[in-house]
């Protein structure tokens, strides 16, 4: 008698991190609600905050500690990589990005440049 489990595991769900941060010199304290699960940051930065260290421990159910390197090269232009799920080798893995980070002031100058 042979059985066979078939496991469906759905990667595209929708995410939400809504944080609430402290600075401390070059050292930052972060808590909230990460990836939808309940945990806590810290980031270090480097080089007028141009490089920045970080750690994030999150769903403590099912523990996942992301740590990753962020570099600004340009005024709110930012590069990144680190590793996700580094407490468990089955889910273990790396990424890479870039972003942009956009702040009120930003937002004004762009919305005072474009007409309605």
């Known amino acids: 008698d042979s ?3 078939e496991r469906i595991t759905d990667k595209s769900e929708l995410k939400f991190t809504v944080l609430f941060a402290k600075n401390f010199y070059d050292f930052t304290v972060k808590g909230g609600i990460m990836e939808n699960a309940g945990g806590l940051g810290f980031d270090y ?3 007028n905050k141009k490089l920045q260290l970080s ?5 403590f159910e ?3 500690v992301k740590s990753y390197v962020k570099y600004s090269f340009f ?3 930012y ?3 680190g590793g996700d799920h580094l407490t ?3 889910k273990a893995g790396g990424f890479l990005g870039a972003g942009l980070f956009l702040t009120n002031d930003d937002l004004k100058i762009f919305a005072s440049k474009v007409s309605f």
């Open 3 to 5: 059985s066979n489990t």
């Open 45 to 47: 930065h480097f080089l």
């Open 55 to 59: 750690m994030d421990v999150f769903n």
């Open 62 to 64: 099912d523990l996942n």
């Open 75 to 77: 005024k709110g232009v």
């Open 79 to 81: 590069i990144m990589g």
């Open 88 to 90: 468990n080798s089955a």
